[in-house]
């Protein structure tokens, strides 16, 4: 919910800040379809979230928190 309103008020934002946000949206709407059952919700956004991390990893490689989220998303990831 947070990060739901985070992306809706972060247009100003710069593009890697959005892509984090976006990664952790899906990541945590992953983790709920988990919680859920729902586990053809689950697979879809761990690996859209697996992909938006990638993404921010791709355009710096030295990018911490983009690489800590993706190690997340791959660890929950089943």
Do not use: K
Not at 6 to 17: S, Y
Request: no cysteine; glycine share 6%.
């Amino acid at each position: 919910v947070l990060a739901e309103g985070a992306i809706r008020h972060g247009a100003r934002l710069p593009a890697r800040q959005r892509d984090l946000l976006l990664g952790y949206r899906d990541f945590q709407r992953a983790s709920d379809a988990d919680r859920r059952g729902d586990t053809a919700a689950a697979m879809a956004m761990y690996l859209s979230s697996q992909r938006r991390y990638r993404e921010v990893v791709r355009q710096d490689t030295t990018d911490a928190e983009a690489w800590y989220g993706l190690a997340d998303a791959l660890w929950h990831h089943r």
